[in-house]
């Protein structure tokens, strides 16, 4: 059963304040799940497989290097280095980001409320955490018509939270099926950080399909073949049958 969890306090999730990102406290909310599976007898023990895309990569990244009992991990379009992605920023929008960051960490000590910055540039805003060409299109299809609760706004603290997580550093010491499907570019996540995760895996491998960040989801050109791997890599590390 492949596992992925949504992010607490974004969205129709509990928590507060609202859309602060701690991808330790994700991470450690996805051990607990696979523990509370493991504990259950309804599921098999030696078919759970990690699942993330985009930035949630990072989670099944982390732990197919540390937890040695999963089945697999399977990432696409995936953010697994948060300092190679913030490399790709523009200088100046780094440095606006960075200093708002440090305004709202400060203010987070003393009790003020999130300092928001916009999470993705629909074509209103300049300053924002995605900001490319293929972004407003593709922000587009993932965004749900019917739910007011889908904030296109972050915490500005939360960006540091993002670069200091570098799951990809540390998948040699995986030693499951690791399988990442990559975009022929990536103006999102940085795509020399999740193939050098999936090279540096022991049994770590890349499917390359057309397009950028965003293909891979419904509505894109290459939704259709990313899926497509991922159930035929699904069909060999976890089989529904041993015949």
Not at 180 to 202: F, I, N
Request: glycine share 8%; aromatic share 8%.
């Amino acid at each position: 059963m492949p596992l992925s969890l949504g992010y607490l306090s974004f969205g129709g999730s509990e928590g507060t304040p609202r859309n602060v990102l701690s991808l330790s406290q994700e991470l450690q909310d996805f051990r607990d799940v696979i523990s509370w599976v493991r504990g259950n007898p309804s599921f098999d023990n030696e078919k759970i497989v990690a699942w993330g895309s985009s930035l949630e990569a990072m989670y099944p990244t982390a732990l197919i290097a540390e937890d040695h009992a999963l089945a697999a991990a399977i990432v696409q379009c995936p953010a697994v280095d948060g300092l190679l992605a913030a490399l790709q920023v523009p200088l100046w929008r780094s440095l606006s980001l960075t200093f708002l960051a440090l305004l709202d960490t400060i203010g987070s000590w003393v009790g003020l409320g999130p300092i928001y910055v916009t999470t993705a540039n629909t074509g209103k805003n300049k300053l924002a955490m995605l900001s490319a060409p293929d972004v407003p299109g593709g922000w587009a299809r993932l965004t749900p018509e019917d739910d007011s609760s889908f904030l296109n706004q972050i915490a500005a603290r939360s960006l540091f939270s993002i670069l200091i997580h570098r799951p990809g550093q540390r998948t040699e010491r995986s030693i499951k099926p690791y399988l990442a499907v990559c975009t022929e570019y990536d103006s999102v996540a940085s795509l020399k950080g999740a193939e050098q995760a999936a090279r540096k895996a022991p049994l770590g491998e890349i499917v390359k399909v057309k397009g950028g960040h965003f293909d891979v989801y419904k509505g894109g050109i290459s939704f259709e073949e990313g899926l497509k791997a991922q159930l035929e890599f699904l069909e060999r590390v976890v089989p529904l049958s041993e015949a």
